[in-house]
């Protein structure tokens, strides 16, 4: 199986991408995979945000990443690869799932499928099924490759706060607790991979990500559900728990919704608000919305303002993600 051509392709997007590290992140990477040999926790930059990994396989090292994040056991983690010949040790690839790995990875789709009996119910928070994913990042696939272990990594960040985009922001979050934080700059994305599940009749969307649910869509031929469109309610555990809320107000709003009488406001958003703002942090587009997202909260919400007023996004491509982010952190 491994050996198909299709397979041999993503192999070659894996190698190209680690051909691109200097020496001394090399090194780095190197000195992370001994870490990550011998059981202990490395956060690593992917294109997304960046994750806070161990070997998968090892239910010890994986207990140290929730005692870490302080995050609940039964919330199971994605396991990184860095080939898909990695992958079929670990769940049982079916025909349409094979697809999305030829076509999407390495890049920001996480895959759900029956896990194997390898990984330890640990890292899956007990479930019969397994999260895979190979990140598009030349420093993690790196990692992974040099390590030759699935990385189980969860965002890189104390269980309640925004997913870390820098490495600095990893720093102050888990910084005295691991052993290295590999700095690898601003990640390329912003929001977390996009999750579906693949293990049944219908390709369910359990987490908008970075990869657009349209393109997942054009790949397969046919819709992908959302979890409330099924009779069946299939859902990602993460999405049970209160996601990251900042500590000041984050309200939604169009650019004309924002009350006459606001004070010592904020805005984010793409369109220029009505009124005066303290403080405003203006995207592009949804694309650099959702990159910035996460730094934006955080920054806003110490910067002595009393509330956030949040432009929400269309839904179209990572728009979906983005607005699903804001939804949660403005607790609705
Ligand atoms: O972009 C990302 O996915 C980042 C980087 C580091 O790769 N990782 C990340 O991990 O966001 P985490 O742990 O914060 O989110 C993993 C999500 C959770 O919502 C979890 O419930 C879901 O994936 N998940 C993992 N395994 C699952 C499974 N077997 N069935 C359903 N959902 C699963
Ligand atoms: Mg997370």
Redesign the pocket.
């Known amino acids: 199986m491994g050996f198909e051509p299709e397979s041999r392709l993503v192999d070659e997007r894996v190698e190209s991408r680690i051909n691109t590290l200097t020496l001394e992140q090399l090194e780095v990477v190197r000195r992370g995979a001994e870490i990550i040999k011998s059981g202990g926790l490395v956060a690593f930059p ?1 294109e ?4 806070l990994g161990a070997n998968a396989l090892d239910a010890e090292a994986v207990r140290r990443i929730y005692e870490t994040k302080g995050r609940p056991s039964d ?4 396991l ?1 690869v860095s080939s898909i010949e990695m992958t079929e040790d670990l769940v049982e690839i079916n025909w349409r799932a094979r697809m999305l790995m030829e076509r999407f990875w390495p890049g ?1 789709l ?1 895959i ?1 499928l029956p896990a194997k009996e390898i990984i330890p119910p640990r890292t ?1 928070g007990g ?1 019969p ?3 895979v ?1 190979m ?1 598009d990042g030349a420093v993690a696939l790196a990692l992974i490759k040099f390590s030759g272990l699935p990385i189980a ?3 890189a960040n104390i269980s309640g706060r925004p ?1 870390p985009t820098d490495a600095e922001t990893v720093r102050r979050d888990v910084g005295g607790k691991i052993p290295l934080v590999i700095d690898g700059g601003e990640t390329r994305f912003g929001v ?2 996009t ?1 579906i ?1 693949m293990t049944g009749e219908h390709a369910v969307l ?2 908008p ?1 970075g990869l657009a649910k349209e393109a997942l869509e054009a790949e397969l031929g046919e819709e992908v559900l959302l979890p409330q469109d099924q009779k069946i309610i299939k859902r ?4 049970r728990y209160r996601h990251y809320a900042p500590e000041i107000p984050l309200i939604l709003a169009a650019p004309g919704e924002i009350p006459q009488d606001a004070q010592n406001w904020a805005w984010m958003g793409i369109a220029e608000p009505n009124g005066a703002p303290a403080k405003k942090v203006k995207f592009r587009d949804a694309e650099e919305y959702a990159r910035e997202l996460f730094r934006a909260m955080r920054a806003l919400e110490k910067s002595g303002v009393s509330v956030i007023y949040a432009e929400l996004p269309g839904e179209r491509g990572i728009g979906l993600a983005l607005k699903d982010r804001l939804i949660r952190a403005a607790g609705k």
């Open positions: 992917t997304t945000v960046y994750g919330n199971p983690l994605i990184h920001p996480s759900v899956r479930l099924t397994a999260a994913r990140p990594a969860p965002s997913s977390e991979s999750v599940d359990l987490r990500g990602s555990p993460g999405t």
